[in-house]
Protein backbone atom coordinates (compact mmCIF):
# COMPACT_ATOMS: atom_id res chain seq x y z
CA UNK A 1 0.00 0.00 0.00
CA UNK A 2 1.43 3.57 -0.97
CA UNK A 3 1.42 6.49 1.33
CA UNK A 4 -1.59 8.43 -0.36
CA UNK A 5 -3.23 5.17 -0.60
CA UNK A 6 -2.79 4.39 3.37
CA UNK A 7 -3.89 7.84 3.93
CA UNK A 8 -7.19 7.76 1.64
CA UNK A 9 -8.17 4.75 3.38
CA UNK A 10 -7.74 6.14 6.30
CA UNK A 11 -9.37 9.61 5.53
CA UNK A 12 -12.26 7.26 4.24
CA UNK A 13 -12.99 4.81 7.03
CA UNK A 14 -12.94 8.54 9.55
CA UNK A 15 -15.41 9.51 7.64
CA UNK A 16 -17.64 6.55 8.01
CA UNK A 17 -17.25 6.22 11.46
CA UNK A 18 -17.78 9.00 12.70
CA UNK A 19 -20.83 10.30 10.16
CA UNK A 20 -22.12 13.77 11.51
CA UNK A 21 -19.13 15.22 13.17
CA UNK A 22 -18.40 17.54 10.36
CA UNK A 23 -15.16 19.84 12.38
CA UNK A 24 -13.73 16.51 13.52
CA UNK A 25 -14.20 15.07 9.57
CA UNK A 26 -12.67 18.38 8.07
CA UNK A 27 -9.77 19.05 11.05
CA UNK A 28 -8.27 15.31 9.54
CA UNK A 29 -8.81 16.24 6.24
CA UNK A 30 -6.70 19.13 6.16
CA UNK A 31 -4.00 17.20 8.18
CA UNK A 32 -3.63 13.86 6.64
CA UNK A 33 -2.43 14.74 3.04
CA UNK A 34 0.04 17.30 4.31
CA UNK A 35 1.84 14.73 6.12
CA UNK A 36 2.54 12.31 3.33
CA UNK A 37 6.01 13.39 2.66
CA UNK A 38 7.20 12.39 6.02
CA UNK A 39 5.16 9.11 6.32
CA UNK A 40 7.45 8.30 2.74
CA UNK A 41 10.39 8.59 4.72
CA UNK A 42 9.22 6.56 8.44
CA UNK A 43 7.77 3.79 6.91
CA UNK A 44 7.75 2.18 10.67
CA UNK A 45 4.67 4.80 10.99
CA UNK A 46 2.58 3.02 8.88
CA UNK A 47 3.66 -0.36 9.59
CA UNK A 48 2.60 0.52 13.21
CA UNK A 49 -0.66 2.43 12.07
CA UNK A 50 0.12 4.88 14.25
CA UNK A 51 -2.33 7.10 12.76
CA UNK A 52 -5.13 4.76 13.38
CA UNK A 53 -3.83 5.01 17.30
CA UNK A 54 -3.40 8.93 17.10
CA UNK A 55 -7.22 9.44 15.53
CA UNK A 56 -8.69 7.97 18.73
CA UNK A 57 -8.82 10.18 22.01
CA UNK A 58 -7.32 8.50 24.88
CA UNK A 59 -10.62 9.21 26.70
CA UNK A 60 -13.69 11.12 25.53
CA UNK A 61 -15.39 12.47 28.77
CA UNK A 62 -19.35 13.37 28.77
CA UNK A 63 -21.53 14.76 31.32
CA UNK A 64 -24.84 15.97 32.76
CA UNK A 65 -23.92 19.86 34.14
CA UNK A 66 -27.37 20.91 35.91
CA UNK A 67 -27.54 24.81 37.18
CA UNK A 68 -30.18 26.64 38.54
CA UNK A 69 -30.89 30.44 37.42
CA UNK A 70 -31.64 33.14 39.50
CA UNK A 71 -35.22 32.41 39.69
CA UNK A 72 -34.73 29.04 40.82
CA UNK A 73 -35.36 26.98 37.59
CA UNK A 74 -33.65 24.24 36.67
CA UNK A 75 -31.37 23.73 33.61
CA UNK A 76 -28.97 20.90 32.03
CA UNK A 77 -26.04 21.52 29.75
CA UNK A 78 -23.89 19.00 28.00
CA UNK A 79 -20.06 18.81 29.27
CA UNK A 80 -17.32 17.57 27.69
CA UNK A 81 -13.51 16.60 28.07
CA UNK A 82 -11.60 15.32 25.36
CA UNK A 83 -8.27 14.07 26.79
CA UNK A 84 -7.11 13.58 23.25
CA UNK A 85 -3.25 12.62 23.74
CA UNK A 86 -0.61 12.69 26.43
CA UNK A 87 2.38 11.39 24.66
CA UNK A 88 4.39 15.09 25.53
CA UNK A 89 2.60 15.67 28.95
CA UNK A 90 -0.33 16.54 30.96
CA UNK A 91 -3.27 17.12 28.70
CA UNK A 92 -3.13 21.38 28.22
CA UNK A 93 -6.40 22.93 26.17
CA UNK A 94 -9.02 25.26 26.82
CA UNK A 95 -12.36 25.43 28.07
CA UNK A 96 -15.19 26.54 26.06
CA UNK A 97 -19.11 27.72 26.87
CA UNK A 98 -20.69 28.25 23.67
CA UNK A 99 -23.97 27.03 22.36
CA UNK A 100 -22.50 25.20 19.06
CA UNK A 101 -20.03 23.04 21.18
CA UNK A 102 -20.65 19.63 20.64
CA UNK A 103 -18.63 16.10 20.31
CA UNK A 104 -17.35 17.03 16.91
CA UNK A 105 -16.36 20.87 18.04
CA UNK A 106 -14.90 19.35 21.08
CA UNK A 107 -12.96 16.57 19.16
CA UNK A 108 -11.46 19.20 16.52
CA UNK A 109 -9.88 21.53 18.71
CA UNK A 110 -8.62 18.78 21.29
CA UNK A 111 -6.91 17.03 17.91
CA UNK A 112 -5.51 20.39 16.46
CA UNK A 113 -4.29 21.16 20.09
CA UNK A 114 -1.87 18.06 20.15
CA UNK A 115 -0.13 19.78 17.22
CA UNK A 116 -0.18 23.08 18.69
CA UNK A 117 1.15 22.16 21.88
CA UNK A 118 3.85 19.91 20.43
CA UNK A 119 5.23 23.05 18.09
CA UNK A 120 5.55 25.05 21.57
CA UNK A 121 8.30 22.44 22.15
CA UNK A 122 6.57 22.66 25.89
CA UNK A 123 5.85 19.33 27.68
CA UNK A 124 2.54 19.37 27.30
CA UNK A 125 -0.15 17.01 25.55
CA UNK A 126 -3.34 18.02 23.45
CA UNK A 127 -7.20 18.13 25.09
CA UNK A 128 -9.99 20.13 25.05
CA UNK A 129 -13.32 20.63 26.94
CA UNK A 130 -16.21 22.82 27.19
CA UNK A 131 -20.25 22.99 27.35
CA UNK A 132 -23.62 24.07 25.10
CA UNK A 133 -24.01 26.26 27.96
CA UNK A 134 -24.07 30.16 26.99
CA UNK A 135 -23.14 32.75 29.36
CA UNK A 136 -24.61 36.01 27.08
CA UNK A 137 -27.49 37.49 28.97
CA UNK A 138 -26.58 35.17 32.33
CA UNK A 139 -25.93 36.86 35.88
CA UNK A 140 -22.74 36.60 37.57
CA UNK A 141 -24.33 34.33 40.19
CA UNK A 142 -25.84 32.24 37.26
CA UNK A 143 -22.20 32.03 35.49
CA UNK A 144 -21.13 30.60 39.18
CA UNK A 145 -23.68 28.19 39.71
CA UNK A 146 -23.08 26.63 36.42
CA UNK A 147 -19.21 26.56 36.71
CA UNK A 148 -19.59 24.88 40.21
CA UNK A 149 -21.61 22.41 38.62
CA UNK A 150 -19.04 21.99 35.49
CA UNK A 151 -16.09 21.53 38.24
CA UNK A 152 -18.09 19.55 40.22
CA UNK A 153 -17.90 16.54 37.86
CA UNK A 154 -14.97 17.80 35.51
CA UNK A 155 -12.39 17.37 38.71
CA UNK A 156 -12.50 14.33 39.09
CA UNK A 157 -10.34 13.91 35.83
CA UNK A 158 -8.14 16.63 36.03
CA UNK A 159 -4.90 17.57 37.88
CA UNK A 160 -1.72 20.17 38.12
CA UNK A 161 -0.11 16.72 36.48
CA UNK A 162 -3.13 15.23 34.81
CA UNK A 163 -4.91 17.61 32.56
CA UNK A 164 -4.77 21.26 33.05
CA UNK A 165 -7.55 22.97 31.60
CA UNK A 166 -7.25 26.61 30.24
CA UNK A 167 -10.00 29.63 29.17
CA UNK A 168 -11.06 29.48 25.64
CA UNK A 169 -14.72 31.17 23.90
CA UNK A 170 -16.99 32.38 27.20
CA UNK A 171 -14.29 31.17 29.78
CA UNK A 172 -12.33 34.29 31.08
CA UNK A 173 -10.64 35.31 34.38
CA UNK A 174 -14.47 35.79 35.72
CA UNK A 175 -15.02 32.05 34.92
CA UNK A 176 -12.10 30.47 35.76
CA UNK A 177 -12.02 32.25 39.34
CA UNK A 178 -14.94 29.98 39.75
CA UNK A 179 -14.21 27.04 38.44
CA UNK A 180 -11.01 27.19 40.33
CA UNK A 181 -12.75 28.23 43.83
CA UNK A 182 -14.65 24.92 43.11
CA UNK A 183 -12.27 22.66 43.20
CA UNK A 184 -10.28 24.19 45.69
CA UNK A 185 -13.19 23.65 47.64
CA UNK A 186 -13.58 20.28 46.95
CA UNK A 187 -9.23 19.08 46.73
CA UNK A 188 -7.39 21.80 48.46
CA UNK A 189 -5.63 24.36 46.97
CA UNK A 190 -3.50 23.41 44.07
CA UNK A 191 -2.17 26.58 42.12
CA UNK A 192 -1.48 24.53 39.08
CA UNK A 193 -4.83 22.75 38.01
CA UNK A 194 -5.79 25.58 35.75
CA UNK A 195 -4.52 28.20 33.98
CA UNK A 196 -5.45 31.69 32.66
CA UNK A 197 -6.02 32.35 36.51
CA UNK A 198 -6.43 35.97 37.62
CA UNK A 199 -3.33 37.47 38.54
CA UNK A 200 -3.86 38.09 41.79
CA UNK A 201 -4.57 34.34 42.42
CA UNK A 202 -1.66 32.62 41.06
CA UNK A 203 -2.11 33.81 37.25
CA UNK A 204 0.45 34.77 34.76
CA UNK A 205 1.16 38.27 33.80
CA UNK A 206 0.54 38.36 29.58
CA UNK A 207 -1.73 35.06 29.31
CA UNK A 208 -4.84 37.88 28.81
CA UNK A 209 -2.18 39.00 26.11
CA UNK A 210 -0.55 35.85 24.78
CA UNK A 211 -2.82 34.35 21.91
CA UNK A 212 -3.10 38.14 20.03
CA UNK A 213 0.32 39.15 20.97
CA UNK A 214 1.91 35.83 19.94
CA UNK A 215 -0.30 35.85 16.74
CA UNK A 216 1.43 39.36 15.74
CA UNK A 217 4.49 38.05 17.00
CA UNK A 218 3.89 35.00 13.98
CA UNK A 219 3.37 37.39 11.35
CA UNK A 220 6.40 40.18 12.68
CA UNK A 221 8.81 36.98 12.21
CA UNK A 222 7.58 36.18 9.02
CA UNK A 223 8.05 39.80 7.91
CA UNK A 224 11.32 40.13 8.91
CA UNK A 225 12.15 36.71 6.78
CA UNK A 226 10.93 38.83 3.79
CA UNK A 227 12.79 41.77 4.68
CA UNK A 228 9.37 43.35 5.30
CA UNK A 229 7.68 44.94 8.43
CA UNK A 230 4.44 45.58 10.14
CA UNK A 231 4.73 49.28 10.18
CA UNK A 232 1.84 50.89 7.69
CA UNK A 233 0.73 47.57 7.04
CA UNK A 234 -3.06 47.65 6.30
CA UNK A 235 -4.72 45.04 8.77
CA UNK A 236 -8.23 43.63 8.78
CA UNK A 237 -9.03 41.59 11.86
CA UNK A 238 -12.38 39.41 12.77
CA UNK A 239 -13.59 39.53 15.82
CA UNK A 240 -13.86 41.50 18.95
CA UNK A 241 -12.89 38.91 21.51
CA UNK A 242 -9.90 38.12 24.05
CA UNK A 243 -7.47 37.22 20.68
CA UNK A 244 -9.23 40.05 18.81
CA UNK A 245 -8.44 42.76 20.79
CA UNK A 246 -4.73 42.12 21.55
CA UNK A 247 -4.13 41.43 18.12
CA UNK A 248 -5.05 44.91 17.48
CA UNK A 249 -3.21 46.31 20.16
CA UNK A 250 -0.13 44.51 19.27
CA UNK A 251 -0.30 45.32 15.22
CA UNK A 252 -0.77 48.82 16.51
CA UNK A 253 1.76 48.97 18.96
CA UNK A 254 4.29 47.63 15.88
CA UNK A 255 2.78 50.38 13.60
CA UNK A 256 0.54 48.47 11.59
CA UNK A 257 -3.33 50.44 10.84
CA UNK A 258 -5.70 48.23 11.72
CA UNK A 259 -9.00 48.97 9.92
CA UNK A 260 -11.94 46.66 11.40
CA UNK A 261 -12.81 43.96 14.31
CA UNK A 262 -16.45 42.41 14.33
CA UNK A 263 -18.94 40.27 16.28
CA UNK A 264 -21.56 38.34 15.80
CA UNK A 265 -24.27 41.02 13.95
CA UNK A 266 -21.77 42.84 12.01
CA UNK A 267 -18.38 44.84 11.75
CA UNK A 268 -17.05 47.70 12.21
CA UNK A 269 -15.15 49.74 9.35
CA UNK A 270 -12.73 52.64 10.84
CA UNK A 271 -9.90 54.03 8.04
CA UNK A 272 -8.67 55.98 10.52
CA UNK A 273 -7.66 52.75 12.39
CA UNK A 274 -9.70 51.17 14.98
CA UNK A 275 -9.93 53.14 18.84
CA UNK A 276 -8.79 50.08 20.80
CA UNK A 277 -9.75 51.56 23.79
CA UNK A 278 -12.99 52.20 22.44
CA UNK A 279 -13.93 48.48 21.78
CA UNK A 280 -11.91 47.04 25.18
CA UNK A 281 -14.76 49.83 26.81
CA UNK A 282 -17.76 48.27 24.51
CA UNK A 283 -16.54 44.50 25.24
CA UNK A 284 -14.57 44.33 28.40
CA UNK A 285 -16.52 46.27 30.38
CA UNK A 286 -20.39 46.98 28.53
CA UNK A 287 -20.27 43.50 27.37
CA UNK A 288 -22.34 45.13 24.46
CA UNK A 289 -22.25 44.90 20.98
CA UNK A 290 -19.62 46.12 18.24
CA UNK A 291 -22.47 48.71 16.77
CA UNK A 292 -21.81 51.05 19.80
CA UNK A 293 -18.31 52.25 18.57
CA UNK A 294 -20.21 54.44 16.08
CA UNK A 295 -21.71 56.12 19.47
CA UNK A 296 -18.34 57.15 20.16
CA UNK A 297 -16.85 57.32 16.31
CA UNK A 298 -19.61 58.18 13.73
CA UNK A 299 -17.26 58.84 10.98
CA UNK A 300 -16.85 55.19 11.33
CA UNK A 301 -18.69 52.21 9.26
CA UNK A 302 -21.12 49.37 10.57
CA UNK A 303 -21.97 46.55 8.32
CA UNK A 304 -24.49 44.97 9.90
CA UNK A 305 -25.04 41.18 9.06
CA UNK A 306 -22.67 40.87 6.93
CA UNK A 307 -18.58 38.83 7.21
CA UNK A 308 -15.76 41.27 7.76
CA UNK A 309 -14.47 39.35 5.18
CA UNK A 310 -16.61 40.26 2.30
CA UNK A 311 -14.68 44.01 2.87
CA UNK A 312 -13.57 45.28 -0.50
CA UNK A 313 -11.19 48.00 1.32
CA UNK A 314 -7.54 47.48 0.03
CA UNK A 315 -5.45 45.19 2.73
CA UNK A 316 -2.44 43.26 3.29
CA UNK A 317 -2.74 41.16 6.28
CA UNK A 318 -5.93 39.43 7.26
CA UNK A 319 -6.49 38.17 11.12
CA UNK A 320 -9.10 36.16 11.43
CA UNK A 321 -9.95 35.90 15.35
CA UNK A 322 -13.40 34.69 15.54
CA UNK A 323 -14.51 31.37 15.02
CA UNK A 324 -14.31 28.40 12.82
CA UNK A 325 -14.86 28.41 9.41
CA UNK A 326 -16.17 31.77 9.42
CA UNK A 327 -14.17 32.26 5.78
CA UNK A 328 -15.12 30.19 2.91
CA UNK A 329 -13.64 30.16 -0.76
CA UNK A 330 -15.89 33.10 -1.84
CA UNK A 331 -15.08 35.17 1.22
CA UNK A 332 -11.64 33.98 0.65
CA UNK A 333 -12.22 35.38 -3.16
CA UNK A 334 -13.12 38.66 -1.73
CA UNK A 335 -10.21 38.64 0.20
CA UNK A 336 -8.03 37.90 -2.79
CA UNK A 337 -9.60 40.87 -4.54
CA UNK A 338 -8.76 43.20 -1.46
CA UNK A 339 -5.45 42.38 -1.75
CA UNK A 340 -4.34 39.92 0.82
CA UNK A 341 -1.16 38.84 0.98
CA UNK A 342 -0.83 37.22 4.47
CA UNK A 343 -3.92 35.17 6.24
CA UNK A 344 -2.85 34.50 9.77
CA UNK A 345 -5.23 32.73 12.04
CA UNK A 346 -6.18 33.77 15.82
CA UNK A 347 -9.04 31.72 15.81
CA UNK A 348 -9.29 27.96 15.94
CA UNK A 349 -9.96 26.73 11.46
CA UNK A 350 -11.61 29.92 10.85
CA UNK A 351 -10.62 28.72 7.23
CA UNK A 352 -12.27 26.04 5.61
CA UNK A 353 -10.72 23.64 2.82
CA UNK A 354 -11.78 25.20 -0.19
CA UNK A 355 -10.47 28.93 1.81
CA UNK A 356 -7.30 27.42 2.29
CA UNK A 357 -6.89 26.29 -1.48
CA UNK A 358 -7.78 29.42 -2.41
CA UNK A 359 -5.30 31.49 -0.52
CA UNK A 360 -2.43 28.85 -1.97
CA UNK A 361 -3.38 28.84 -5.59
CA UNK A 362 -3.03 32.85 -5.16
CA UNK A 363 -0.01 32.94 -3.57
CA UNK A 364 -1.20 33.95 -0.21
CA UNK A 365 0.85 33.05 2.62
CA UNK A 366 -1.54 31.04 4.79
CA UNK A 367 -0.58 30.36 8.50
CA UNK A 368 -2.47 28.22 10.30
CA UNK A 369 -4.20 28.47 13.76
CA UNK A 370 -2.06 25.67 15.83
CA UNK A 371 1.12 27.77 14.93
CA UNK A 372 -0.04 31.01 14.48
CA UNK A 373 -2.30 31.09 17.89
CA UNK A 374 -0.25 28.87 19.73
CA UNK A 375 0.90 31.96 22.14
CA UNK A 376 -1.77 31.49 24.71
CA UNK A 377 -1.59 27.49 25.32
CA UNK A 378 2.42 28.27 25.55
CA UNK A 379 2.18 31.29 28.35
CA UNK A 380 -0.73 28.77 29.86
CA UNK A 381 2.54 26.14 30.02
CA UNK A 382 4.60 28.99 31.71
CA UNK A 383 2.10 29.52 34.02
CA UNK A 384 2.07 26.50 34.88
CA UNK A 385 5.91 26.70 35.54
CA UNK A 386 5.53 29.68 37.69
CA UNK A 387 2.51 27.88 39.40
CA UNK A 388 5.27 24.65 40.09
CA UNK A 389 8.23 26.98 40.94
CA UNK A 390 5.63 29.33 43.43
CA UNK A 391 7.07 31.78 41.78
CA UNK A 392 5.55 34.94 39.65
CA UNK A 393 7.27 36.49 36.74
CA UNK A 394 7.20 40.49 35.61
CA UNK A 395 5.27 41.23 32.02
CA UNK A 396 7.98 41.80 30.38
CA UNK A 397 9.74 38.68 31.32
CA UNK A 398 6.72 36.49 29.97
CA UNK A 399 6.31 38.53 26.89
CA UNK A 400 9.89 38.07 25.67
CA UNK A 401 9.44 34.58 26.34
CA UNK A 402 6.63 34.55 24.42
CA UNK A 403 8.33 36.37 21.64
CA UNK A 404 10.92 33.99 21.82
CA UNK A 405 8.81 30.76 21.92
CA UNK A 406 6.70 32.30 18.58
CA UNK A 407 10.17 32.75 16.62
CA UNK A 408 10.70 28.90 17.00
CA UNK A 409 7.37 28.30 16.15
CA UNK A 410 7.74 30.41 13.24
CA UNK A 411 11.17 29.08 12.23
CA UNK A 412 10.64 25.46 13.02
CA UNK A 413 7.16 25.58 10.10
CA UNK A 414 9.40 27.55 7.89
CA UNK A 415 12.25 24.79 7.75
CA UNK A 416 10.14 22.03 7.91
CA UNK A 417 8.25 23.32 4.67
CA UNK A 418 11.48 23.80 2.99
CA UNK A 419 12.49 20.11 3.48
CA UNK A 420 8.84 18.53 3.02
CA UNK A 421 7.08 20.96 0.54
CA UNK A 422 8.36 24.38 -0.38
CA UNK A 423 8.62 27.23 1.36
CA UNK A 424 5.92 29.70 2.59
CA UNK A 425 3.96 26.45 2.63
CA UNK A 426 3.46 26.83 6.79
CA UNK A 427 0.34 24.48 6.57
CA UNK A 428 2.31 21.42 5.92
CA UNK A 429 5.13 22.84 8.03
CA UNK A 430 3.18 23.18 10.91
CA UNK A 431 1.90 19.69 10.27
CA UNK A 432 4.93 17.62 9.72
CA UNK A 433 6.68 19.41 12.60
CA UNK A 434 3.95 18.75 15.09
CA UNK A 435 3.10 15.04 14.15
CA UNK A 436 6.57 13.83 13.86
CA UNK A 437 7.39 15.08 17.37
CA UNK A 438 4.16 13.01 18.31
CA UNK A 439 4.88 10.46 16.64
CA UNK A 440 8.21 9.90 17.72
CA UNK A 441 7.26 9.86 21.59
CA UNK A 442 4.74 7.45 20.40
CA UNK A 443 7.17 5.00 19.27
CA UNK A 444 9.48 5.74 22.04
CA UNK A 445 7.09 5.06 24.77
CA UNK A 446 6.07 2.35 23.21
CA UNK A 447 2.39 3.27 22.69
CA UNK A 448 2.21 1.42 19.36
Same mark, same amino acid.
Given at each position: ??????? +?????????????????? *?????? !???? @????????????? &???????????????????? &?????????????? *???? +??????????????????????????????????? =??????? $????? &?????????????????????????????????? &??????????? =????????????? $?????????????? /????????????????? %??????? !?????????????????????? *? @??????????????????????? %? #??????????? $???????????????????????????????????????????????????????????????????????????????????????????????????????? /????? #?????????????? #?????????? /??????????????? @?????????????
Amino acid at each position: MTVNQYL +TTLQHQIEQKYQGQTEFI *QATAEF !LPTI @APYLAEHPEIIEH &DLLSLLIIPERLIQFRVPWQ &DDEGKWHANHGYRV *QYNS +TLGPYKGGIRFHPSVNESIMKFLAFEQIFKNALTS =LPIGGGK $GGSDF &DPKGKSDAEIMRFCQSFMTELQKYIGPDTDVPAG &DIGVGHREIGY =LFGQYKRLNSFQA $GVLTGKPVDFWGSL /ARKEATGYGLVYFVKHL %LADQEEV !LENKRVVVSGSGNVAIYAIEKA *Q @ALGALVLTCSDSSGYIYDEKGID %L #ETVKKIKEEQR $GRISAYLEVHPEATYVANESVWSLSAPYEIALPCATQNEITQHLAQDMIKAGVKIVAEGANMPSDLEAIQAYQQNNVIYCPGKAANAGGVAVSALEMAQNSQRL /AWSFS #EVDQKLNEIMLNIY #ETCQQTACEY /AEKNNLVAGANIAGF @AKVAQGMLSQGLV
